[in-house]
T-cell receptor, first 115, second 112 residues
Framework: AQSVTQLDSHVSVSEGTPVLLRCNYSSSYSPSLFWYVQHPNKGLQLLLKYTSAATLVKGINGFEAEFKKSETSFHLTKPSAHMSDAAEYFCVVSDHGAGRRALTFGSGTRLQVQP | DGGITQSPKYLFRKEGQNVTLSCEQNLNHDAMYWYRQDPGQGLRLIYYSQIVNDFQKGDIAEGYSVSREKKESFPLTVTSAQKNPTAFYLC???????????FGAGSRLTVL
């Protein structure tokens, strides 16, 4: 079975400082990994995805994530936080290798950005 | 614009009542999914469908039912057998072979 662990339930940063949201995964297959963002009472929007190409993945709004197989990690970073980045972020692993075409979600990290 | 439409956005239900949440997509996607979201628990898969007239149970299917009579539509019924139905429900869809999902804006169900 595949699983994903988001190491922080809440992260608070000041505007203009770097953002780091941590994610570890376990998978019996070559995983596909994603980060989604959710603003309050909204659906989820794809930030970026890793599907076995380049290990450093660039996404929308200045976010990027690095796939590290040796550490089974897929941490999300951004050099400089903006107030509009305040939201909940989900790290997601694909179950496709397990024969089920669905995604497994982490429990989420709520990012707070202080002015 | 293509997308997924969920309705209603907010729904209140009395205990013992069945309610149906609508999910419609115009993305021509084969696969559709229902997730339940509770605070601090991420999203949990209720049901999914990879093709019309076929669907599979997810991790928390008890107390829920679905149908997939049309490619565009995947309604979810929350039955009276669901013990704790108050939650935010998200519908999603994905194309064949793709594992990127497009999500609707969600429906918030509250049991009074």
């Amino acid at each position: 079975a595949q699983s994903v662990t988001q190491l922080d339930s809440h992260v608070s940063v000041s505007e203009g400082t770097p953002v780091l949201l941590r994610c570890n995964y376990s998978s019996s297959y070559s995983p596909s990994l994603f980060w989604y963002v959710q603003h309050p009472n909204k659906g989820l929007q794809l930030l970026l995805k890793y599907t076995s190409a380049a290990t450093l993945v660039k996404g929308i709004n200045g976010f990027e994530a690095e796939f590290k197989k040796s550490e089974t990690s897929f941490h999300l970073t951004k050099p400089s936080a903006h107030m509009s980045d305040a939201a909940e972020y989900f790290c997601v692993v694909s179950d496709h290798g397990a024969g089920r075409r669905a995604l497994t979600f982490g429990s989420g990290t709520r990012l707070q950005v202080q002015p | 614009d293509g997308g997924i439409t969920q309705s209603p956005k907010y729904l209140f239900r009395k205990e013992g009542q069945n309610v149906t949440l609508s999910c419609e997509q115009n993305l021509n996607h084969d696969a559709m999914y229902w997730y339940r979201q509770d605070p601090g628990q991420g999203l949990r898969l209720i049901y999914y469908s990879q093709i019309v007239n076929d669907f599979q149970k997810g991790d928390i299917a008890e107390g829920y039912s679905v149908s997939r009579e049309k490619k565009e539509s995947f309604p979810l019924t929350v039955t009276s057998a669901q013990k704790n139905p108050t939650a935010f429900y998200l519908c999603a869809s994905g194309g064949t072979g793709a594992n990127v999902l497009t999500f609707g804006a969600g429906s918030r169900l509250t049991v009074l």
